[in-house]
Structures are given as structure tokens and as C-alpha cells.
């Protein structure tokens, strides 16, 4: 088992900025992919962005230029900065790592923005 604590939702007005954070503890491979998720009300699960242990990133188009997601490797740690926000990004996001064999999923973060 691969735990992972997410933290940094909340309300944020639009236009503003958030950071989530998501920490990753027990044994963990070196060779990893770790990323975000999100779900908004009645939508199924998307891919907002990952990075792979190398520093490799890919992001979904609606996020792109606004979004920013990075690693500390040393401390298993992923963040996602999110500039710009819109009402649409409001979801419950989800920080994702995937092992050889394995992925683990953590509990959710509340992200809503709204005036």
C-alpha cells in the first residue's frame, strides 16, 4: 500500500490561484508516474495532469497554460498549481500514483471556485 495525503482545496474567487499538495509514503519505486485527477458533479473522472519520476508532464487541454504540476522526488511530494481559475475547474480532485502493477489513489481534495 502506497498512502497518499492530499491537501491545499478550497473556495478561491475566479481568477484566483490554488496549490495541492500530495504526499506519498511507504516503499515507492523509483520509476513512477504521479499526477491529479479531478470530478466534477455527475462527470466521470478526468486526467488534469501528470509527471513521471523522470520530470516528463502531460496535461489535459483545458488546464494547459494555466496549470502547473511538479515532483519532489526526494520527498515523494507532487504538487499542482493552479492559476487562472474558472468555475468550470470546480471538482473534487484526486492525486494519483502509478507503480509497476500498482496504482493508488488518494482521498480527494474539495476545489471550488465561485464568487
Known amino acids: 500500500q502506497v498512502p497518499l495525503v492530499e491537501s491545499g482545496g478550497g473556495l478561491v474567487q475566479p481568477g484566483g490561484s490554488l496549490r495541492l499538495s500530495c504526499a506519498a509514503s511507504?516503499?515507492?519505486?523509483?520509476?513512477?508516474?504521479m499526477g491529479w485527477y479531478r470530478q466534477a458533479p455527475e462527470k466521470e473522472r478526468e486526467l488534469v495532469a501528470t509527471?513521471?519520476?523522470?520530470?516528463?508532464?502531460n496535461y489535459a487541454d483545458s488546464v494547459k497554460g494555466r496549470f502547473t504540476i511538479s515532483r519532489d522526488n526526494a520527498k515523494n511530494i507532487v504538487y499542482l498549481q493552479m492559476n487562472s481559475l474558472k468555475p468550470e475547474d470546480t471538482a473534487v480532485y484526486y492525486c494519483?500514483?502509478?507503480?509497476?502493477?500498482?496504482?493508488?489513489w488518494g482521498q480527494g481534495t474539495l476545489v471550488t471556485v465561485s464568487s
Open positions: 509527471v513521471t519520476s523522470g520530470g516528463s508532464t
Open positions: 494519483r500514483i502509478g507503480l509497476i502493477g500498482a496504482v493508488y
Open positions: 511507504g516503499t515507492i519505486s523509483s520509476v513512477n508516474i
